[in-house]
């Protein structure tokens, strides 16, 4: 299958994003001006040093603005600092200048003051102070707690897990034009379009109908640019539309990371009760998040974290609490996962420590717990049935497949060794599985919509409210168009994503960029596929001498007459086909297969008989119904799945950790492109290592992250790949619920990292200090942090009571 | 002397002179801002993603079967470092605009690409590869040489596994000749002249000045100019708005610069040679030195930055520091046409602060080559293997001698002081003494008083610490159990 639509311009470096559009005459750049502390009282903003600079075009603050307030769920978050800053990076003024570098000139002669306040800085710190954001929230089912008094063992734990940065490589940007009569048209790099409209219209002033998103493409998203383009675009659409001036905002790489919000850090305490067998019998969990300075996403994330506090796994007795909590950090964000990865961060750590407790391979543990069709053992906590279950496929196929028992058994006697001879290799093994609940849990962006145009040729524009990151989703909708009309892939192209098509869309995100926006597609193609059906079936009947092309100029012939195509809404349904045959872009009759007309004439012809060969669509989920107020519903369309087994070697001397060997199995239907699936699944994987290891938020005192830029926040790099990576899909004809008998992919193979985690865990606990109890490892395991586990009481020695087991 | 006032290279084949205030501009801002060329992107403007990967000829050919170019990031690369080369960008590979070359083709049809924002980086550094060996005459690439070309460059979509597929399939023997076409000899022909005329550039608000005898060099120095060797540090501190140099004195048309002489005991090197080029030169003699060179800095780095750079830089965790002081370094150190030497130990004052006089630079460097009854052992560690800046550096060189006593050690660690420090108390103790447990243990407590490490964004005091304890001990302890197995 041909690769990625724009696979051909990225190759040879022709692909454009925001900073490629050429610059207009007079346009200005403009640079943010931002905190450097965590909280205080702006007590001096001096622009004059640099207002005679030749470069110097125009400085513009809170009072600049129409309205100072967005946020998402709750509109909290000024768009620029007025009066106090809650954390460092806030931005508080826009400087505006000639190009980037004098920007970044003169911004060092700003003088800005602001007096240092009493900073929220942890979690802990966070709940001490009750400083929360929205309220606490409970999903429980049959949450007793007699059931750990009387449970045969109970294991209690603490999980700290800290945030990552996104690190799509090209940073937050955003390109604004003046356009006639008081209109802005913004190019963004935004995963939400319509978002980036409103937030602009509404700072500005200005009706929607004023602003238009433009988003041809992102260099990656991953879900930091979300929410977060929004404040970005309307930083370029202000001075666009006060100095009637085309304005650039390119952050740099360590404003981006300094400014935007990161992966949500968790702080988690659970307790768990399980027989000797190892079946768990009960789950009370509590969360706690790290939502920065304003709400963002951060309730919803906490939502989905408390959704997938299950995984796998069914729990009988079961209560998970979430609270966010308001720091003084960047305001945290949707991240590939969006919460997902940490509920299943616990009850992955959760089924470790009982396998190590109890003395029984944790993969006999899983297979124990795992959702399973019988004995009423298919029911979430939240009461959705886990339909099409492929769990225990996954795993049996993963441990089948990885060699799992052989290899077990080869790494426990390797260790052994090397624990009796004092070397130095330690290896671990383990499984982890997801089960990723698809949709948005908050109802209504569970919708989206398409504009379909078949031009005279036969060649198709086609517009929805998806936007590109790079996932693919343009190439998938493209691909579900082509199968539906039997034509060329390159014959459907994908249009940039804009609000003045597609209105009113939802953030591609959720990983439901294809589910929604290609759903709407396919329903806003049959429509026009009907009425060319309908259309054949009548000129096929006809002497091509009567063709509308040999006429229609004249008027000598009679219109073909088509009834009004039918409203679909089930993007599964066949649609009435007149008996007409779409095949390798020729139309026919069923019955007559030897007289044939191409697609492109029949277009054609259908358009001189004043046929609309233009359609328009809207999709909606159905079916999903989950009360966020009792926790209870079917919170998702479907799910997932998929298992990991990953073997790491770590170095007891320097706490080196190593993956050698990742083989992985995901259930994801039917792919509508299986080369793309896979792309998603080694990329999520590989940027899920990265959160589990080597990437580490560094913040000073101030709360102002350090760690900014690539030589000091480390992503995976090639060699960091694990050693043998297999990818495999699991044949599931079964998804009847989502478009295609397809399943969305962008974020859960990200989860399956977390072997990597308890694989570096699982070596660990070989060391004769951790055979009493496990090796208790944050996230990300560092080489710091694996090196403390692995020999805490040298750390111990030099710092003394300063030595903290959790926090590095 | 004769001198121009026009960077002049050749950009996808096109000869290009460059003046004026332009010339202050990275490579990267004026390709994209000035030319259009906006396949080359910038993402970290520090040299360490990569994605501004571009390809530029070797100032000097190393053998006939090399190739004539090497990757670089252009991103910290000043326009009139460029300066009488052949400059290739991704613009530049295809033979027309709707075409592919054997890489792009690679690279597109295994899925290699998902956002494509770093796509052109990786294309220009696979395609370095690529060429090389091409010249080699190679008709296939190994994984392991592709994941060390692409070590320098990121990638957050693809998880790199369909780029080392796409990679893996390609055959460098029948890729495209970008000599051919970059580098002809009419090319080659004209760059030659272009190189042997000092470069002089006076704007507004920069300056640089390129003289082409070493002997000039202080002349410049004393006019308040900062000397320039690879620059890639520099190219970070300008575009990170660190440092307000604007007299920019470089180094890259000095005569005899480039040269670096291997003898049996001992390597001399000159102040513009490249990690790349010291790496080749000793890999055969030297190879505990050669291996410890993969795993830091990206190739593009290593194709720009000097050894020379590195050490007059004076970073504490400066990579080559210890394992050259370990070694017995000197430097040559330049005034006029005058030179003395000072052993590299000496060279550090305090923290980024040289022992060097106005008007004083480092011309060279050499080092000794460990013999048979020799062992070197270099550490580098750093929160992710490669391309990483070291948290602790080290390396301990050991000399045995007569009845299993050590006759000669030095040991020099970085990471743990103001710069990068000789670990005298150990040596002392090595010295003379026969190795055993117990030596280990006073060894290592002698290294843990003499050290007071820091900590920050790359770890702790006591993880540096302990990293370099446990690496001390460890090595110590093979050297050791090394000697007893000859014995026996």
Sequence with gaps: MKPHDSAHLHVTGQSEFVDDRPASQNEVFVTVVFSRIAKGRIKKLDVSPVKTDPDFIAFYTAADLHSNRWGTIFQDQPVLAEGTVEFAGEPIALLVTRDRRSGERLRKKIILQIEPLPAIRSVREAIAARSFIGSAREIKRNFDENVFAQAPECIAGHLVIEGADHFYLESQAALAYPIEDGQIEIHSSSQHPTEVQHVVAHALGLPDSAVTTVVKRMGGGFGGKESQAAPIATFAALAAHKLNRPARLILTKDDDMIMTGKRNPFEIDYRVAFDREGRILGLDAKLHSDGGAYADLSTSIMERAMLHSDNAYFIPHMRVQGQVCRTNYHPHTAFRGFGGPKGVAMIERIIEEIAHRLGIDALDIRRKNLYSDQGGRNVTHYGQVVENNQLSICLERAAEASNYERRRQEIQASNQRAIENGENTLRGLSMTLVKFGISFTTRFLNQGNAFVICHRDGTFQVSTGATEMGQGVNARIAQLLAEEFSLPRDQFRMMPTRTDKNANTSPTAASSGTDLNGAAALLAARKLKYRLSEFASKLLELPESRYPSNTAGLGTEAEILISAAPNYTDPNEKPESFGVVFEKGMVYLKRDPQKQIHFASLVNQAYLSRISLSDYAHYRIPGIEFNKLTGQGRAFLYFTQGAAVSEVRIDRLTGEAKVERVDVWMDLGRPIHEGLDLGQVSGAFVQGMGWVTTEKLFYSKDGLLLSHSPSTYKIPNIQDTPRTFNLNLVPNDENYANVRGTKAVGEPPLLLALSVWTAIQDALKQLPRYRDHYPRISIPATQERILRTVDPDAFKQIEGSAFNEFVV | ?488
């Design chain 2, 1 to 488: 002397m004769k001198s121009r006032n026009t960077t002049t290279f050749f950009l996808n084949g096109e000869k290009t002179a460059v003046t004026g205030a332009d010339n202050s501009l990275m490579l990267a801002d004026y390709l994209r801002e000035r030319r259009g060329l906006v396949g080359t992107k910038i993402v970290c403007a520090e040299g360490d993603c990569g994605a501004c990967t571009v390809l530029v000829t070797k100032k000097s050919r190393d053998g006939k079967k090399s190739s004539a170019f090497q990757s670089i990031n252009s991103c910290i690369a000043r326009v009139p470092q460029l300066d009488g080369l052949s400059v290739v960008t991704v613009e530049g590979l295809s033979q027309e605009q709707h075409s592919q070359c054997s890489v792009q083709k690679a690279v597109y049809e295994a899925h290699g690409s998902q956002c494509g924002f770093c796509t052109p980086g990786f294309i220009m550094a696979l395609s370095e590869l690529v060429d090389r060996r091409k010249q080699s005459g190679h008709s296939n690439l190994s994984e392991k040489e592709i994941k060390n070309a692409l070590t320098g460059n990121l990638c957050r979509c693809t998880g790199y596994d369909a780029i080392i597929r796409g990679a893996s399939s390609i055959n460098p023997s029948q890729a495209e000749d970008l000599e051919k076409r970059y580098c002809s000899k009419q090319i080659e022909r004209e760059l030659q002249g272009v190189r042997k005329t000092p470069l002089v550039i006076e704007t507004e608000h920069f300056s640089l000045a390129a003289p082409t005898r070493a002997s000039e060099v202080t002349t410049w120095l004393k006019k308040g100019y900062r000397p320039l060797s690879g620059g890639t540090d520099f190219g970070v501190q300008v575009n990170k708005f660190k440092t307000d140099d604007t007299k920019v004195l470089s180094l890259h048309l000095v005569e005899k610069a480039d040269v670096i002489t291997v003898s049996s005991n001992r390597v001399s090197i000159g102040v513009r040679v490249t990690f790349a080029e010291l790496r080749r030169a000793i890999e055969k003699r030297f190879p505990e030195f050669a291996s410890y060179l993969d795993i830091f800095a990206s190739p593009q780095i290593k194709n720009t930055a000097s050894v020379v750079g590195n050490i007059a830089n004076g970073s504490p965790i400066g990579d080559s520091i210890p394992a050259l002081m370990a070694c017995d370094a000197i430097v040559v150190i330049q005034s006029g046409a005058k030179k003395r030497k000072l052993e590299l130990s000496k060279l550090y004052l305090g923290y980024r602060k040289l022992a060097l006089k106005r008007g004083e630079w480092i011309s060279g460097i050499e080092f000794q080559i460990p013999d048979k009854k020799t062992t070197v052992q270099f550490l580098k560690s750093s929160q992710r293997k490669d391309l990483d800046i070291s948290a602790v550096n080290g390396a301990l060189w050991i000399e045995r001698g007569a009845g299993g006593k050590i006759s000669k050690a030095r040991l020099a660690v970085g990471g743990v002081g103001a710069t990068v420090l000789r670990i005298a108390a150990v040596e002392e103790k090595l010295q003379g003494a026969k190795l055993s447990a117990d030596l280990r243990a006073s060894v290592v407590e002698a290294l843990q008083k003499s050290i007071t490490p820091l900590s920050d964004v790359r770890g702790t005091s006591a993880f540096r610490r302990v990293i370099v304890g446990n690496w001390l001990n460890e090595t110590l302890k093979k050297i050791e159990f090394e000697a007893r197995g000859v014995r026996s």
